[in-house]
């Protein structure tokens, strides 16, 4: 090859024309870009071995890394994913270090659930390229998550009712069930007319795959009736709460409705997923099994759900006669 006689600071077959810098290889120019800094980032995707950088990476693996798992974690994964590829975007995997994903979790210590979700995928995608031969050593592993403190917030009646009270008709069923079956806010607008059951609701929760059934009361079964009544105009009759167009209603503008209602009447500090800490709550007040109610299978998950900090009143053992 003969030697460049300028633009040395370019690499092979890299060169600078009509203001922008160019990729040239048997008679084709394929167009890099006019900043340098970009061009260079666009050659080494060029010329990159098979593996290519960590987006190219990240993409091989996901298909993997999310068989299997539910539909909510799925879409977890899938978003933290698209999160990494932005920040590991000009990295090779042989190039990311302990202390560039450190980094990367510094950035995220205001928000550590996305953090920790981020190196969870993270992990599994260099355990991924570890297993096939794309990498030396899993640069994830030795990086801590930030510390999640334990939600203590617990809903009280009169907050409930206040926040019920500015929520539109189809909002309040839908806490009203949260609360009534203790379940998930996804398994919740995912009942269909064929979970409705002799015995109760049957759910099968979308994050564990458990499997239960909510007996009927007659404050849940005066508020499926209410859920019915209110989408009688509806084209499809498959799920319980849908749109008037017949569509399950979106997790996100459920949320966005009950936020909006809770600053409205001026509760702070709430979210929906605390409608079933309030369910596990009460239901363990009122000397129901909240572990089995909630689909944990661990007591000391169901612990968290259970806010009541009060002092209970407990009886000690009576003497012995003499």
């Avoid at 203590?152 to 500015?166: F, P, S, V, W």
């Avoid at 998930?184 to 929760?205: A, T």
């Avoid at 409705?257 to 239901?283: C, I, P, W, Y």
Wanted: net charge positive.
């Amino acid at each position: 090859m003969r030697p460049r006689t300028k633009d040395r600071h370019l690499p092979a077959c890299v060169y600078q024309k009509h203001g922008a810098y160019w990729y040239v290889k048997k008679n084709k120019w394929t167009k890099l870009g006019v900043d340098l800094h970009e061009a260079l980032i666009a050659y080494a995707r060029i010329v990159a071995p098979a593996d290519g950088f960590m987006p190219d990476l990240i993409d091989k693996a996901m298909p993997a890394i999310i068989d299997g798992k539910s539909p909510s974690t799925q879409q977890q994964y899938t978003y933290v994913a698209s999160l990494l590829k932005e920040v590991f975007a000009e990295f090779m995997p042989d190039q990311v270090r302990h202390g560039d994903i450190v980094q990367m979790m510094d950035m995220y210590k205001d928000n550590y659930a996305t953090g920790n979700r981020m190196l969870t995928v993270l992990k599994l995608v260099f355990q991924w390229a570890l297993d096939r031969g794309i990498i030396n050593f899993n640069p994830a592993i030795s990086v801590k998550r930030h510390k999640q403190q334990t939600r203590d917030r617990l809903i009280t009646t009169k907050e409930y009712q206040a926040i019920y009270k500015n929520c539109p008709d189809w909002m309040q069923v839908i806490m009203d069930v949260c609360f009534l079956t203790g379940q998930r806010i996804g398994d919740v607008l995912h009942i269909k007319r064929s979970d409705l059951r002799e015995g109760g609701i049957y759910f099968q929760q979308q994050k564990t795959g458990k499997k239960l059934i909510v007996a009927w009361t007659p404050e849940l079964s005066a508020a499926i009736e209410r859920a019915k009544a209110a989408r009688k105009q509806t084209i499809s009759m498959t799920y319980l709460f849908t749109t008037r167009g017949g569509v399950v209603r979106a997790h996100s503008n459920v949320w966005k409705t009950f936020k909006k209602a809770a600053a409205q009447a001026g509760v702070e500090n709430v979210t929906l997923h605390d409608l079933r800490a309030m369910s596990g709550t009460e239901a363990d007040n009122q000397g129901i099994d909240s572990q089995k109610l909630l689909g944990h299978t661990d007591r000391r998950t169901t612990q968290i759900y259970l806010r009541d900090k009060t002092a209970k009143v407990v009886q000690g053992p009576r003497k012995k006669a003499q």
